[in-house]
């Protein structure tokens, strides 16, 4: 049980990776609104292709609850009905969360798949919630810190309908990241956990330095996680409004979170480059350092790309993509040093 308790909850971190990486296809692709309700979309529980299938037709059967555009706006239908030859508003009420109307079936369909995935990692996330049961004789946190995992879930799913609710509020975005990165923590850190009880854990030498750096270096890629989503925000509203035929125009004049969040990029990397120079110096057995260097230097050259090619295809999914992956071994790592540690370094 103890080997399949591991499975499942290596599973459930994956897909919680997958639903980041459909997080990131949805911000490059501009879908963000592309289901304007939650949890449905459009009213529909397999969202329309066609735009027909949104407008008002006689002699058509709508169920309660699915959508319309009319006088480019959304009206939702009161009761399950068939249209008459005419347009009758006493079937109809407004859809009073946000006044965006518009049907791109792509972004729809983008959307709509974030949605999937986002389920499937939460019913995941429960499955290894109640397999966690199997040590409620030994290691009660693991059950906690399971069912906190499923809580987490649904605050973030709730999280996700705010941000459709506030067609795409900067903060609410941010925060529904950041909610992202802490269920990849937890999740990892049950991983960890559990692996407590086996008798063949890789041991490293304690370093009381490098611990110390560890934190702050993972603290140091959140901060500029957070501040990336900031300089996404304005990249996004820049493109709304010139125009994607426009997109090298975008950064002519970017805000000062933009030359922060760039400048801050060094800090990150020499932080990273002093904590790879200890590992290897006084033999820590960090090894996962050597994977934090690849994903930095993909990250820096994705930005990099991103600012002087006019933002070339997956190169906005790539850098949030990357990010997410570097603070989860950056946090696994940490996890790692806190194990029962070989000799002190001197």
């Known amino acids: 049980m103890k080997i399949n308790f591991q499975k499942i909850t290596k599973t459930a971190l994956i897909l919680v990776y997958i639903v980041i990486v459909a997080g990131a296809l949805v911000r490059m692709t501009g879908s963000g609104m592309g289901c304007p309700d939650w949890p449905r979309c459009f009213g529909y529980y397999i969202p329309p292709t066609d735009i027909k299938e949104l407008q008002f037709s006689a002699n058509h059967e709508f169920k309660r609850g699915q959508v319309i555009i ?37 972004h729809t369909w ?13 019913l995941a996330v429960l499955v290894m919630a109640g397999a966690s049961l199997i040590y409620s004789n030994r290691k009660t946190s693991i059950i906690f810190l399971s069912w906190l995992s499923v809580f987490l879930m649904g605050f973030q799913a709730w999280l996700g ?67 990336g989503t900031q300089v996404r925000q304005f990249v996004d509203e820049q493109i709304k409004l010139l125009g994607h035929e426009n997109i090298a125009l ?41 994977w ?38 950056q946090f696994y790592m940490i996890l790692e040093s806190n194990r029962n540690p070989a000799p002190t370094t001197t």
Do not use: C
């Open 250 to 290: 975008v950064m002519d004049e970017p805000t000062v979170n933009f030359y922060i969040h760039r400048s801050f990029s060094i800090v990150v990397l020499f932080t990273n480059i002093i904590l790879f120079n200890r590992n290897k110096k006084f033999a820590l057995g960090f090894n996962k350092l050597s």
């Open 70 to 106: 009319q006088d480019e706006k959304l009206h939702v239908a009161r009761e399950t009905f068939t249209t008459g030859d005419t347009y009758d508003e006493a079937n109809w009420e407004n859809y009073t969360k946000h006044d965006y109307a518009e049907f791109n079936p792509v």
């Open 292 to 329: 934090v260097m690849v994903l930095l230097l993909v990250e820096i050259a994705s930005g990099i790309a991103m600012y002087n090619f006019d933002f070339p295809f997956a190169s906005q999914t790539l850098h949030i993509v990357m990010a997410s992956l570097l603070f989860g071994i």
């Open 110 to 122: 983008v959307e709509y798949l974030n949605r999937l995935a986002g389920a499937l990692a939460g």
């Open 161 to 227: 309908a705010t941000v459709v609710y506030s067609v795409l509020n900067p903060v609410k975005i941010t925060v529904h990241m950041v909610v992202a990165l802490l269920i990849v923590a937890v999740i990892l850190y049950i991983l960890d956990k559990s692996k407590d009880l086996s008798q063949h854990l890789k041991v490293f030498k304690h370093d009381v330095l490098f611990k110390r750096m560890l934190w702050f270096s993972l603290v140091l890629t959140l901060i500029q996680i957070v501040m």
